[in-house]
């Protein structure tokens, strides 16, 4: 049974870091891309950043602020946070998936985690 589990989320300030876990059991994240996506309130869920076959990529709106990262001896992806503004505000959840070329689109992911609040404040 694959199970993902997301952790690391909380309140803080703009400015502020935070980094964001994914764990799994049940599957190797190394034979799938990871993802992360946010939804926020009344929004659909967004792309953030995927990791996979040798391949990282970001939304946008957080090129230069965030960075996925996957350690392989823990079976663990990563997402670091860095200059956290209020529009970051959202549900964030890490998914996996087996296509490389469609991991912008949550309609692709397979497995998802429960999501881990994250909050911004002004």
């Known amino acids: 049974q694959v199970q993902l589990v997301e952790s690391g989320g909380g309140l803080v300030q703009a400015g502020d870091s935070l980094r964001l876990s994914c764990s799994a059991s049940?599957?190797?994240?190394?034979?799938?891309?990871t993802g992360w996506f946010r939804q926020a309130p009344g929004k659909e869920r967004e792309f953030v950043a995927a990791?996979?076959?040798?391949?990282?990529s970001s939304a946008d709106s957080v090129e230069g602020r965030f960075t996925i990262s996957r350690d392989n001896a823990k079976n663990t992806v990563y997402l670091q946070m860095n200059s956290l503004k209020p529009e970051d505000t959202a549900v964030y959840y890490c998914?996996?998936?087996?296509?490389?070329?469609?991991?912008?689109?949550?309609?692709?992911?397979?497995?998802w985690g429960q999501g881990t609040q994250v909050t911004v404040s002004s």
């Open positions: 998914g996996t998936s087996r296509i490389l070329t469609e991991s912008r689109d949550p309609r692709f992911y397979d497995y």
């Open positions: 990791i996979g076959f040798g391949i990282t």
């Open positions: 049940g599957l190797i994240f190394s034979s799938f891309v």
